[in-house]
């Protein structure tokens, strides 16, 4: 994620890249999108990315 990206952004291009990799057989989990999405936010959103790694409930994002 780019630092003068949003978050709404980079999560639509994120998902527009795996709804790709989808429609040419590549078979991935929602949890595993959530997750990357995750790691590859900047060190500006560790609180919120912390918050919700502690509530161990990623699956409720899908």
Do not use: W
Request: net charge negative.
């Amino acid at each position: 994620m780019g630092e003068s990206e949003t978050v709404d952004e980079y999560f639509a291009r994120t998902m527009t890249i795996a709804n790709k990799m989808t429609s040419h057989g590549e078979r991935m989990e929602q949890v595993t999108v959530v997750e990357k999405i995750l790691r590859s936010m900047p060190a500006k959103f560790n609180y919120v990315v912390c918050s919700i790694e502690e509530s161990n409930d990623v699956t409720a994002l899908t």
